[in-house]
């Protein structure tokens, strides 16, 4: 199918110096060879230049541990753990805002998967906690008439959708764990989506509002050619092997 790479940004950025991307490249690569430590300290570096490099070359370059980087957003979003919030609204009896410390109090769930980007790239046995998005639900109410779910993100652009029936799966996180560590401004951090059986752009990040609805809204890649039911294998017109 022909549509955007997924996580990028197709209103075009700043122009990039052939030698920032070199010498991100090359600081990318160091990462790789010296470890996970050393690999996280440029994960925001890569991401910022990422968001801005019209050649494509950062996007080639694994960030931690196999990712890539691509954003929908012309620079890297950032919330505080004491400025972060999370609202749960719409068709619910009972709307709610969550602090980073009130779901870190909720009950846990980590899921281990492979993270599977549609453009091909995958990285195995990835480690996600939070809590689980049916819990959030639940603790809500949900109306009758509800069918999907609509999630908001703080970087402004980004956006994304759930059937009911998805969200309410025992592998759909409200994540602000990865790899048993606070997901990092680059990752999505503090608070992504995570939805494990999807292809990774259905796993919003720098998630800010869950609105549930009466009907399924098409999110930002959606509107861009994307499948609404972005099952890994059976979507997007690829055959990967489901995570």
Not at 80 to 86: A, T, V
Not at 98 to 124: E, F, H, N, S
Not at 147 to 168: I, K, M, N, P, W
């Amino acid at each position: 199918m022909s549509a955007p790479e997924p996580d990028s940004d197709d209103r075009g950025g700043r122009p990039v110096g052939r030698r920032i991307v070199l010498g991100v490249l090359a600081l990318g690569a160091a990462g790789v060879a010296l470890g996970a430590r050393v690999q996280d300290a440029t994960d925001g570096a890569l991401a910022t230049v990422a968001a801005n490099d019209p050649t494509g070359l950062t996007g080639l370059l694994p960030g931690g541990g196999g990712f890539r980087f691509y954003s929908v957003a012309d620079a890297i979003p950032h919330r505080s753990p004491g400025d972060y919030r999370l609202t749960v609204d719409g068709l619910v009896e009972r709307p709610a805002t969550y602090t980073l410390d009130q779901l870190a109090r909720m009950p846990r769930t980590r899921l281990v998967r492979d993270v599977q980007c549609v453009t091909g790239w995958r990285v195995p046995q990835t480690a996600f906690t939070g809590v689980l998005l049916s819990d959030l639900l639940a603790a809500a109410g949900v109306r009758p008439g509800a069918t999907a779910l609509r999630f908001t993100c703080f970087d402004g652009v980004y956006t994304e959708s759930l059937t009911l029936e998805q969200a309410l799966r025992p592998d759909m996180l409200v994540a602000d764990r990865m790899r048993d560590a606070a997901i990092t401004d680059a990752h999505g951090g503090p608070v992504r989506l995570y939805a494990a059986p999807m292809y990774f752009y259905k796993s919003a990040k720098w998630l800010s509002g869950i609105t549930v609805t009466d009907r399924v809204t098409p999110g930002y890649w959606e509107e861009r050619g994307y499948d609404i039911d972005g099952w890994v294998g059976s979507s997007n017109g690829r055959g990967d092997d489901p995570t």
